[in-house]
T-cell receptor, first 114, second 115 residues
């Protein structure tokens, strides 16, 4: 079991470009969560998705950020027109039937905006 | 609303001495509580979790935590620190009555272990 796979591990984007972060959940997991960790801070919830559905996006910035978890393929977190303040580590977690069964976190994608 | 406060941003201990990382929580209902560890440039690993069963929870690598409702605390302890324990530790509470799986993270405590 490969665990939660996130790629790329490191991503550098210039201001104004788009960033696409991918998360493949563990085999058999149908729930995906995205968290953001700003420097020197704890993780902050962004969005919770099940296959083809956004369940809770209360932590997502109102503009430029979107997430999807299609029927086939990985979950994607997309950031349009990136700014320096988007520089952070983005973590994905997955669970089989919901959080009470426990999360497994990926190793994260570290986004640097230059 | 749920919240969690880690009382120390940085803890330094000598190898072989006890570890105490302090955490207080606030929750309007019976919470689930977790401790996660993050080694540099790595993902998060679950150390232990409390979900309203036994108040003393044993985790991996010799760590344990005690849920004290009267004190709203969930401190993490280990009898004897090892060099490999040096990392960032996060106290986490489940957030939201809607059970959507939102976790609320503390600010983290950096554990330094001196030889």
């Amino acid at each position: 079991n490969a665990g939660v796979m996130q790629n790329p591990r490191h991503l550098v984007r210039r201001r104004g470009q788009e960033a696409r972060l991918r998360c493949s959940p563990m085999k058999g997991h149908s729930h995906v969560y995205w968290y953001r960790q700003l420097p020197e801070e704890g993780l902050k919830f962004m969005v919770y998705l099940q296959k083809e559905n956004i369940i809770d996006e209360s932590g997502m910035p109102k503009e430029r950020f979107s997430a999807e978890f299609p029927k086939e393929g990985p979950s994607i977190l997309r950031i349009q027109q990136v700014v320096r303040g988007d520089s952070a580590a983005y973590f994905c977690a997955s669970s089989p039937e919901g959080w009470s069964y426990g999360y497994t976190f990926g190793s994260g994608t570290r986004l640097t905006v230059v | 609303a749920q919240s969690v406060t880690q009382l120390d941003s940085h803890v330094s201990v000598s190898e072989g001495t006890p570890v105490l990382l302090r955490c207080n929580y606030s929750s309007s209902y019976s919470p689930s509580l977790f401790w996660y560890v993050q080694h540099p440039n790595k993902g998060l690993q679950l150390l232990l979790k409390y979900t309203s069963a036994a108040t003393l929870v044993k985790g991996i690598n010799g760590f344990e935590a005690e849920f004290k409702k009267s004190e709203t605390s969930f401190h993490l302890t280990k009898p004897s620190a090892h060099m490999s324990d040096a990392a960032e530790y996060f106290c986490v509470v489940s957030g939201g009555s809607s059970n959507t799986g939102k976790l609320i993270f503390g600010q983290g405590t950096t554990l330094q272990v001196k030889p």
